[in-house]
């Protein structure tokens, strides 16, 4: 049976270790059990993390192997290789396919009722890896997607517009990488029409405002990259809202990586799509209405993404309508 309240995380490099210092203080789990390939690298993020037990609510966090991870009802895969400066996320293919394959034999050999979050890139194809070789359900085989680079929009969109990115409604879909698409039709301002909002703010030209903050959105991971050498702590903090929609059985409307099954024509493949979050992982993925260039973008993504994951010989059916 798997405990909710118990979330393993695999791979304690700077996503992994940054996911499992969020998720320790954030009060959802009484237990975070690390693992690595180097597990004294695990061993001690975990000590680093339980040593300020005495400074947050409770939560036991250690480091464990295989079996420790037999009840666990969250599992986050952050294990792989790092993204290289200037290197696109499908590069990191080949590198991180053998990764997740060794773990995914020694975790559902023990486990096969936890949700899974994929979080190594590219997050839409090892999703579906993911899917394929472990055997479980598809609602409970879900990525990261595109949550943060929708936070990225909504945090952009709020700083040019002068409001609070929460009370921005926008989605970033697709692939969690170069061919993402910024949903603008739908997007507004607590319930104001976001082209009359900008006009408001004194924007004279909103869509070639929107155009460049999409652009930065999209490229905002090579550019910490560049300066910092990795990202972490926002999709450290993604990942911390996804496990909060989970935990607490939200029903919160998120656009993680998970198989299309018919929504906006796309078949068989993992893309960042709006989807209802709960306990279960995902239990449906909302129809939103989308421009005509909108759809054409989503449907090239898929496509590409289809030509990644063809790589990989996954054999989930694909079909673009």
Request: hydrophobic share 45%; glycine share 10%.
């Given at each position: 049976?798997?405990?909710?309240?118990?979330?393993?995380?695999i791979?304690?490099?700077?996503?992994?270790?940054?996911?499992?210092?969020t998720?320790?203080?954030?009060?959802l789990f009484?237990?975070?059990?690390?693992?690595?390939?180097?597990m004294?690298?695990?061993?001690?993020?975990?000590?680093?993390?339980?040593?300020?037990?005495?400074?947050?609510?409770?939560?036991?966090v250690?480091?464990?192997?295989?079996?420790?991870?037999?009840?666990?009802g969250?599992?986050i895969?952050?294990?792989?290789?790092?993204?290289?400066?200037?290197?696109?996320r499908?590069?990191?293919?080949?590198?991180?396919?053998?990764?997740?394959?060794?773990?995914?034999?020694?975790?559902?050999?023990?486990?096969?009722?936890?949700?899974?979050?994929?979080?190594s890139?590219?997050?839409?194809?090892?999703t579906?890896?993911?899917?394929?070789?472990?055997?479980f359900?598809?609602?409970r085989?879900?990525g990261?997607?595109?949550?943060?680079?929708t936070a990225?929009?909504?945090?952009?969109?709020?700083?040019?517009?002068?409001?609070?990115?929460?009370n921005?409604?926008?989605?970033?879909?697709?692939?969690?990488g170069?061919?993402?698409v910024a949903?603008?039709?739908?997007?507004?301002?607590?319930?104001a029409?976001?082209?009359?909002?900008?006009?408001a703010?004194?924007?004279?030209d909103?869509?070639s405002?929107?155009?460049?903050?999409?652009?930065?959105?999209?490229?905002?991971?090579?550019?910490?990259?560049?300066?910092?050498?990795?990202?972490?702590?926002?999709?450290?903090?993604?990942?911390?809202?996804?496990?909060?929609?989970?935990?607490r059985d939200?029903?919160?409307?998120?656009?993680v990586?998970?198989?299309a099954?018919?929504?906006y024509g796309i078949e068989?493949?993992?893309?960042?799509?709006?989807?209802?979050?709960?306990?279960?992982?995902?239990?449906?993925?909302l129809?939103?209405?989308?421009?005509?260039?909108?759809?054409?973008?989503?449907?090239?993504?898929a496509h590409?993404?289809?030509?990644?994951?063809?790589?990989?010989?996954?054999?989930?059916p694909?079909?673009?309508?």
């Open positions: 049976m798997a405990d909710m309240r118990k979330c393993g995380i791979g304690t490099g700077n996503v992994g270790a940054a996911s499992a210092y998720l320790a203080v954030s009060g009484s237990e975070v059990l690390l693992l690595d390939a180097d004294h690298r695990a061993e001690g993020e975990a000590a680093d993390i339980a040593h300020g037990a005495a400074l947050r609510r409770p939560c036991r250690h480091a464990g192997g295989y079996g420790d991870f037999a009840d666990c969250l599992v895969l952050a294990a792989g290789t790092n993204q290289r400066p200037g290197e696109t499908e590069a990191l293919l080949g590198r991180n396919r053998a990764i997740l394959q060794n773990i995914l034999e020694q975790l559902t050999a023990v486990n096969r009722d936890a949700v899974l979050l994929v979080v890139n590219p997050v839409d194809v090892l579906g890896y993911t899917l394929e070789l472990s055997g359900p598809a609602e085989v879900i990261s997607g595109t949550v943060l680079d990225r929009i909504k945090c952009l969109l709020g700083e040019k517009l002068g409001v609070d990115s929460r921005v409604h926008a989605f970033m879909l697709g692939e969690h170069d061919s993402e949903v603008w039709s739908s997007a507004n301002i607590s319930g029409d976001l082209d009359d909002f900008c006009l703010a004194g924007i004279d909103p869509e405002m929107l155009a460049s903050l999409a652009r930065e959105v999209t490229h905002a991971a090579y550019d910490i990259i560049e300066r910092k050498g990795a990202t972490c702590y926002g999709i450290a903090m993604a990942v911390r809202r996804i496990a909060e929609a989970i935990i939200e029903h919160a409307v998120l656009p990586s998970t198989l099954r018919g929504a068989g493949v993992c893309l960042g799509l709006p989807a209802v979050v709960g306990r279960s992982g995902v239990s449906r993925v129809d939103l209405p989308l421009s005509r260039d909108e759809t054409e973008r989503l449907l090239a993504s590409k993404l289809k030509t990644l994951s063809d790589q990989l010989n996954i054999t989930a694909f079909l673009l309508l």
